[in-house]
Nanobody
Framework: QVQLVESGGGLVQPGGSLRLSCEAS????????MGWFRQAPGKEREAVSC????????YYADSVKGRFVASRDNARETIYLQINNLTPEDTAIYYC?????????????????WGQGTQVTVAS
């Protein structure tokens, strides 16, 4: 059974940091580019960051560039998103998913797996 399980979300004060994790099972993570997406209340889901299968290339949305860092450990079947200097505008459910190999498009793609999401709330 294929699963992507996110963790690491929580309530954090503005300026704080979190490290999100996404653990894969049921498929071999190392073959796939992966992405992080988020959806805030009342807004559409948006791409935040994508990382190539070998970690040699990354993409970041302008809104998070310089604050978020994507990484992965294929041996652990896990990708990560370090999120720093958080603002209330970063409050959202964060999802990981498989994406197309052209990670600069940072678009959901084959084989088409989504996680269930982890909530990040930034408030004082």
């Amino acid at each position: 059974q294929v699963q992507l399980v996110e963790s690491g979300g929580g309530l954090v004060q503005p300026g704080g940091s979190l490290r999100l994790s996404c653990e894969a099972s049921g498929f071999t993570l190392q073959y796939y580019a992966m992405g992080w997406f988020r959806q805030a209340p009342g807004k559409e889901r948006e791409a935040v960051s994508c990382i190539s299968s070998s970690s040699d290339s990354t993409y970041y949305a302008d809104s998070v560039k310089g604050r978020f860092v994507a990484s992965r450990d294929n041996a652990r079947e896990t990708i990560y998103l370090q999120i720093n200097n958080l603002t209330p505008e970063d409050t959202a459910i964060y999802y990981c998913a498989t994406v197309y190999r052209d990670i600069h498009q940072c678009t959901f793609g084959p084989p088409g797996y989504w996680g269930q999401g982890t909530q990040v709330t930034v408030a004082s």
